[in-house]
């Protein structure tokens, strides 16, 4: 059975239509809750735990979710808005059998998405998820509970000050961050309370941006695939280092002292040469996606330090690193893994082990945080109607192949449908930027014929 709804983060679309509906995720719950017991061998599963960013159609979304799975019998915990990570920590130390975050991460306030953890606070795997697709083609009403069996609600107060300890206690030790000027952009989002919190607590001076969400703004202007007014509010106060977050605040970009910006590719550079040399880095590995740069591949194969490459999706990321045993791990857009205190990306916790780095080293974030350059690498986006498969057609295969033979020996090429939206991604590199420029336009302007012959 093909997957219909979820994606490589969960199930995601615009608010109010099709998928993204109140009926489809009280479906969803009730789906969710039948699958997870029968695999519990017929026992009742029992405990929910619902998270939520900012957007205006949370509201709706968390009622439908929240009876979805009271019709089941299922007990649930509203945590109110919170970052996805403290969703999967809460699922572990409530002992909950499954993990709700509504959100859809980086896109603007009117889409909005259903990711879901497993007791042990990781993302559901494909064939759970396969599983529930399954029971949402077929009749759920069988399943529902007796009148006398229906769960119950209510909210955790104290759900994102449980969030806050369990960060600052990945903290090193007797270490602050007194000393530094930091500008956080919480993206109007999910981390918009708990950022400026913990650098506070942590006695850093804290300049506060993108934290006042009134349901519409959500990443609009702000957060980490927006960091123009970041990059301006660093320079302008002078700071040390800026820190973007994303709309679930799961992603982490960072902007240097001269307004720079620092991807993923740089960061997950600098926690692993820091943590070889401590001897923290499990495996002496480090895994990532197609999608990080050559040049952090090359630098990290200097230092004797392993690469691996998994598919798009901090959840491949985190499959990859448990088959290894490895503790770093993550995507040059940002989802940073540190597996030894995380089950899933968290951009306020790898920020504040780079911040240490920072600390420990003396070195301005322009210097520690910029240890190789990246090779020149273009990324474009061609859109379809969904249901078609440009990717199918021969033309496109055929030009993908001609695109490989180009930089087979001075650069590569990744042609990708994403797991989230109905677009084909474009991606190429190497040392010569006008032949990658030229690579990506040919490869686009074929794939756009193939989108209207279609």
């Not at 002496?284 to 197609?290: A, E, F, L, R, S």
Request: negative net charge.
């Amino acid at each position: 059975m093909t997957r219909q709804y979820f994606g490589t983060d969960g199930i995601r679309g615009q608010a109010n239509t099709f998928p993204m509906t109140a009926e489809m995720s009280l479906k969803v719950a009730m789906a969710t809750a039948v699958v997870l017991r029968q695999r519990r061998n017929g026992d009742q599963t029992n405990r929910a735990v619902i998270g939520k960013d900012t957007r205006l159609s949370c509201y709706m979304l968390e009622q439908a979710l929240t009876a979805g799975f009271l019709s089941m019998g299922m007990e649930v915990i509203l945590t109110g808005p919170i970052p996805t990570p403290g969703i999967a920590k809460l699922t572990q130390s409530l002992r909950a059998d499954v993990g709700v975050m509504i959100s859809a991460s980086h896109n603007s306030y009117q889409d909005n998405g259903i990711k879901l953890f497993g007791a042990d606070g990781h993302k559901l795997g494909d064939e759970i998820e396969q599983a529930i697709e399954e029971k949402l083609a077929g009749d759920i009403s069988t399943d529902l509970a007796a009148p006398g069996e229906l769960g119950k609600a209510q909210r955790l107060d104290d759900a994102l000050g449980r969030y806050v300890e369990s960060i600052k206690r990945t903290f090193p030790k007797g270490e602050s961050l007194d000393g530094l000027k930091i500008v956080v952009d919480c993206a109007n989002g999910a981390g918009y309370k708990v950022a400026p919190m913990v650098l506070w607590e942590l006695e850093a001076e804290v300049i506060a941006i993108g934290c006042t969400p009134n349901g519409r703004n959500i990443n609009e202007g702000y957060g980490a695939t927006a960091t123009g007014n970041l990059q301006k509010a660093v320079v302008e106060n002078k700071a040390d280092v800026g820190i973007a977050l994303d709309g679930d605040a799961d992603r982490l970009i960072m902007v240097d002292e001269k307004g720079n910006v620092i991807d993923g590719d740089q960061l997950m550079a600098a926690l692993a040469l820091s943590w070889k040399e401590q001897g923290l880095l499990k495996n002496d590995g480090v895994v990532t996606t197609v999608m990080s740069n050559l040049g952090l591949e090359r630098l990290l194969k200097e230092k004797n330090i392993k690469m691996e490459r998994a598919a798009v999706g901090d959840r491949y990321v985190v499959e990859l690193m448990r088959k290894g045993g490895y503790n770093l791990g993550g995507e040059q857009s940002g989802h940073i893994i540190l597996s030894d205190h995380s089950t899933t990306g968290d951009g306020l916790l790898a920020a504040l082990h780079v911040l240490a780095i920072l600390k420990s080293q003396g070195k301005p974030a322009s210097q520690a945080l910029n240890l190789f350059k990246p090779l020149p690498q273009i990324l474009r986006s061609v859109r379809f109607e969904n249901g078609a498969k440009p990717l199918d057609n021969a033309q496109v295969q055929e030009a993908i192949k001609r695109a490989e033979k180009t930089l087979v020996d001075d650069g590569r090429v990744l042609v990708r449908a994403s797991g989230t939206e109905p677009v084909i991604r474009v991606m190429a590199e190497g040392d010569n930027p006008k032949t990658i420029e030229n690579v990506v336009g040919d490869l686009c302007a074929v794939i756009e014929k193939a989108v209207r012959q279609a």
